[in-house]
């Protein structure tokens, strides 16, 4: 799958099996004159990175006694070999830099705040050696370092019925979106300031939440249950799929896990609620952020023994055609500010990362396209090596050269939370310039904004209360602006 990816092959996560980024003898992937046949391929590399591992599995199961179908089974084995090293290897990457251009490595010269997931590093004095600029440089980067990185994987067992056994060129949107729910469990179970510790043995909390990612059916979070509880919205081992399908599957994975465990024992101890537009969008405007209904989620998650519970907003949008409308620009830049942020679900066509932070035009990302060996983790084994979930290479990208088909989250750890959350994004909307990525509303049946002025005390009122609902905001001219969105 392309993706964004460094200029410099030899800067590594701080993985030890971030292997396609580590030449091996043998393998086709050192630097060299094999380059020039790698570039002249890559129109083909997507195409046969998704097959090699069902080529795997086949050559597993069809040998055959006969001599001429050994041969021509060798010449095909050879063949596909030569592919896996071309996926999996080095060069995969210097593939998708050629397709797509490098990124960024490490802090651009700005001097700039920069915000992560809700906290501000203060880094404007950097330039003058100033000391507390220099103390929160490092803090920033140990933040972003402690930020749980999922990868493609390969050698986990088949997926289903398929022959799959790695997700390499097909599961970037997947791994992007387990490292948001896995910042949301993090926040939820350690809180933010929880960094990883240097130290073993580590919090039983987090290799417990490591564990859920695992990439077996056995692991709650997997790839394989992602999968299965996708199908209905075009989920498929093999394909790529979009942040609104990604978001919805994560809503119906949630469900099947809350059904089959008491509620003192769920995985994910959160409701999630998908904010869409009014009746799923049908009707254009911004998507809504319905008091009412997350209300409602909180009600459901708790087995009506509740009237509130932590929850997950999982926000999908576009916001263009074949880019970033620059007039959401500025709001998409607001949402890392919020405390409530998990950052967003985005990259370019086809190629998906997972954004955390932001400083002035750039935004920092972790990305997925690094194939690693299968990792299951023990939640007996505090001492377990993490590395591979961890990134200390710092990348960033322009904000306006994101693919505008994109997801925010937000964690909301109880009601007081929310309705700050809910405070901050009818601000944010009322000042959008008519352009807001989402505004809020307490019910959805009269269309009338929330102003941001209006207290949040009497959302958490009558369940049924139908007193505000949402409608599109335009400009100050009453002019809609619903020819930018593009619904789900």
Known sequence: ???????????????????????????????????????????????????????????????????????????????????????????????????????KIGISSSTSDIWLLGLCY????????????????????????????MTYRKGFDAIGETKITSDASWGCMLRSSQMLVAQALLFHRLGRSWRKPSQKPFDLAYIEILHQFGDSEASAFSIHNLVEAGKNYGLAAGSWVGPYAMCRSWESLARSKRE???????????????????????????????????????FVFSRHQADWTPILLLVPLVLGLDKVNPRYIPSLQATFTFPQCLGILGGKPGASTYIVGVQEENVF????????????????????DTSSYHCNIIRYIPLDSLDPSLAIGFFCRDKDDFDDFCFRASKLADESNGA?????????????????????????????????????????????????????
């Not at 203060?122 to 749980?148: C, H, M, N, P």
């Not at 409701?271 to 969008?281: F, I, R």
């Not at 997925?368 to 084994?381: A, G, I, R, Y």
């Not at 505000?468 to 009453?478: A, E, I, K, Q, W």
């Open 1 to 103: 799958m392309k993706g964004f990816h460094e200029r410099n092959d030899s800067l590594n996560c701080s993985s030890k099996a971030s292997i396609d980024s580590s030449p091996t003898p043998g393998t086709g992937s050192e630097p060299g004159p094999n380059d020039s046949k790698f570039s002249k391929t890559s129109l083909w590399s997507n195409f046969f990175a998704s097959a090699f591992s069902v080529f795997d599995t086949y050559s597993e199961s069809s040998s055959s006694s006969a001599c001429e179908r050994k041969s021509s089974f060798s010449k095909t084995n050879g063949w596909t070999a030569a592919v896996k090293r071309v996926v999996s290897g080095g060069s995969m990457r210097r593939i998708h830099e050629r397709v797509l251009g490098p990124s």
């Open 122 to 149: 203060k880094i404007s004095q950097e330039s003058s050696g100033d000391v507390d600029a220099t103390s929160a440089l490092a803090a920033f980067k140990q933040d972003f370092s402690s930020r749980i990185l």
């Open 260 to 298: 089959e465990i008491d509620l003192e024992c769920q995985l994910l101890p959160m409701a999630v609620y998908v904010v869409s537009g009014d009746e799923d969008g049908e009707r254009g405007g911004a998507p809504v952020v319905c008091i009412e209904d997350a209300s409602r989620h909180c």
């Open 365 to 384: 990302y972790l990305d997925p396209h690094d194939v690693q060996p299968v990792v299951n983790l023990s939640t007996e084994n505090l001492e377990a």
């Open 436 to 488: 807001p990525l989402f505004t809020v509303a307490r019910t959805h049946s009269v269309f009338k904004p929330i102003n941001h002025g209006d207290t949040m005390a009497d959302a958490g009122g009558d369940r049924m209360d139908d007193s505000v609902g949402v409608l599109p905001t335009g400009d100050v001219d009453g002019n809609s602006h619903e020819d930018d969105w593009q619904f789900l």
